[in-house]
């Protein structure tokens, strides 16, 4: 089993930044397997949307709400990932989870417990 803890949310002006971690921990096998990493965020009352992610070769992935002003970036032991955000905006709120993805036969989804951000405007 992998588990993923984020950390790094909290209260924010619009225009700020913030910069979420997420560390993978538990199973060498499954974590040496994940081929994924990334964030989603949910706002109250919305569905989850995906933010942005980044595979093990390096290859980014980002929502157009935030290309431009957020960063995806990794560890080389593919145990970490972070999230730089700037140029916040209200619109931004919300609960931020870390993702994982492990191919397999079935594949493998890996959520954290989520970090919350807001932006007061």
């Known amino acids: 089993q992998v588990q993923l803890v984020e950390s790094g949310g909290g209260l924010v002006q619009a225009g700020g930044s913030l910069r979420l971690s997420c560390a993978a921990s538990?199973?060498?096998?499954?974590?040496?397997?994940?081929?994924?990493m990334g964030w989603y965020r949910q706002a109250p009352g919305k569905q989850r949307e995906l933010v942005a992610t980044?595979?093990?070769?390096?290859?980014?992935n980002y929502a157009d709400s935030v290309r431009g002003r957020f960063t995806i970036s990794g560890t080389n032991a593919k145990n970490t990932v972070f999230l730089q955000m700037n140029s916040l905006k209200p619109e931004d709120t919300a609960v931020y989870y870390c993702?994982?993805?492990?191919?397999?036969?079935?594949?493998?989804?890996?959520w954290g417990q989520g970090t919350q951000v807001t932006v007061s405007s």
């Open positions: 980044i595979t093990s070769g390096g290859t980014t």
């Open positions: 993702y994982a993805f492990r191919p397999a036969i079935p594949p493998y989804d890996y």
């Open positions: 538990g199973s060498i096998f499954s974590i040496n397997r994940m081929d994924r």
